[in-house]
């Protein structure tokens, strides 16, 4: 059985949860999510938590269960405090800044580049350098995070680029020069 799936699910003071047989739908005070479940899982609510059970011992349903469990878990999360990821611009002249919402980065490009936040997403800027991306959902931040890093990822060389916060980029030797003899 799975130890993930078998694991209840609390439900926080300010969310609410709706099950319409495959449908969950849940409310909170950062916004609204909701979500098609498989039919292979189902999901039951008893007062402050939801469990969710397995139709039958088949493999793709007990692949299924501790999935449908963590992205059930991550709606409650997210609607309640909310996701976010961090991100670090590290390069002479590089910097980032926000103008009406969307983010804006000199990239060492010949022009700047502009990312527009999905619905539910916003940008926040600490020095120039760090960008914190925020959201209640936690797929789209990681998406957004995933694309603002993809405008300049992170070379071996110098290491400049952007980079998640914590990130280990791993750098190479480079050239030598001549040897003499």
């Known amino acids: 059985m799975s130890r993930i799936g078998k694991?209840?699910?609390?439900?926080?003071?300010?969310?609410?949860?709706?099950?319409?047989?495959?449908?969950?739908v849940?409310?909170?005070?950062?916004?609204?999510?909701?979500?098609?479940?498989?039919?292979?899982?189902?999901?039951?609510?008893?007062?402050?938590?939801?469990?969710l059970t397995?139709?039958?011992?088949?493999?793709?349903?007990?692949?299924?269960h501790g999935l449908c469990r963590t992205l059930v878990a991550n709606m409650v999360e997210g609607v309640s405090t909310g996701f976010q990821?961090?991100?670090?611009i590290q390069g002479v002249g590089y910097?980032?800044?926000?103008q009406g919402g969307n983010l804006?980065?000199?990239?060492?490009y010949s022009h700047q580049v502009q990312i527009a936040p999905?619905?539910?997403?916003?940008f926040a800027v600490e020095n120039n350098t760090n960008v914190i991306v925020s959201g209640y959902d936690k797929e789209e931040v990681g998406n957004t995070a995933?694309?603002?890093r993809d405008v300049r990822r992170p070379e071996p060389y110098k290491g400049k680029g952007i980079r998640y916060a914590g990130e280990v980029v791993r750098r190479k030797a480079g050239k030598t020069g001549k040897s003499k003899k």
């Open 7 to 24: 694991r209840p699910i609390t439900i926080p003071a300010k969310v609410q949860v709706t099950v319409d047989g495959t449908k969950v």
């Open 26 to 51: 849940v409310k909170g005070p950062k916004g609204e999510l909701h979500r098609d479940l498989p039919t292979n899982v189902t999901v039951s609510q008893e007062g402050e938590t939801l469990l």
């Open 54 to 64: 397995r139709q039958d011992e088949s493999r793709t349903s007990r692949q299924l």
């Open 85 to 88: 990821r961090r991100l670090e």
């Open 95 to 98: 910097r980032a800044q926000v």
């Open 104 to 108: 804006v980065m000199n990239m060492g």
């Open 118 to 122: 999905p619905a539910g997403v916003q």
């Open 146 to 148: 995933a694309k603002i």
